[in-house]
């Protein structure tokens, strides 16, 4: 509706992870998401990968404590502490025994203790998709324009 009325693009961050997780695992039928409490429960991304028939599992009710402490930590300055690099490994091992291969991470603190991770499976940074989905966004603004030129002078 805002992009409607404004005429401003308006960039849907759910949906570029999910078009990011698709081109990074085409066959992609179920996800992990690791997120704030918040996030989870709005299930913005269960509706959005839905539509794709793509499954989004939350960790239980114990493992989400370990993500917001994780959170946490990470605010505190506590990325490199060692529990929490435990916290998460364990989540994501949890993800992982569970037939999980595909991760999200849901928030923007988590990548800061992940990517020092070696893990097993495709960990999908929240933030880096939405990067490339601004980048992919730009070049197609540019491409319409051009697009529009050529057309004007036809």
Same mark, same amino acid.
């Given at each position: 509706?805002?992009?409607?009325?404004?005429?401003?693009?308006?960039?849907?961050?759910?949906?570029?992870?999910?078009?990011?997780?698709?081109?990074?695992?085409?066959?992609?039928?179920?996800?992990?998401?690791?997120?704030?409490?918040?996030?989870?429960?709005?299930?913005?991304?269960?509706?959005?990968?839905?539509?794709?028939?793509?499954?989004?599992?939350?960790?239980?009710?114990?493992?989400?404590?370990?993500?917001?402490?994780?959170?946490?930590?990470?605010?505190?300055? *506590?990325?490199?502490?060692?529990?929490?690099?435990?916290?998460? #490994? *364990?989540? #994501?091992?949890?993800?992982?025994?569970?037939?999980?291969?595909?991760? #999200?991470?849901?928030?923007?603190?988590?990548?800061?203790?992940?990517?020092?991770?070696?893990?097993?499976?495709?960990?999908?940074?929240?933030?880096?998709?939405?990067?490339?989905?601004?980048?992919?966004?730009?070049?197609?603004?540019?491409?319409?324009?051009?697009?529009?030129? #050529?057309?004007?002078?036809?």
């Amino acid at each position: 509706m805002f992009q409607r009325v404004s005429g401003v693009r308006i960039l849907d961050m759910v949906e570029i992870v999910c078009r990011y997780a698709l081109e990074q695992k085409p066959t992609l039928k179920q996800i992990a998401l690791l997120s704030t409490e918040a996030t989870a429960k709005s299930a913005i991304y269960q509706k959005t990968f839905a539509a794709k028939n793509i499954e989004v599992v939350l960790p239980s009710v114990d493992e989400r404590r370990k993500i917001s402490f994780v959170i946490e930590q990470v605010k505190i300055g *506590q990325a490199e502490a060692a529990v929490t690099r435990e916290a998460i #490994i *364990q989540v #994501i091992n949890s993800m992982i025994h569970q037939g999980i291969d595909t991760i #999200i991470l849901g928030c923007t603190e988590l990548p800061e203790v992940s990517i020092r991770v070696p893990m097993q499976c495709l960990l999908i940074d929240t933030t880096q998709a939405l990067v490339q989905g601004t980048i992919d966004a730009v070049e197609l603004i540019k491409t319409e324009k051009l697009l529009g030129k #050529i057309k004007s002078k036809l």
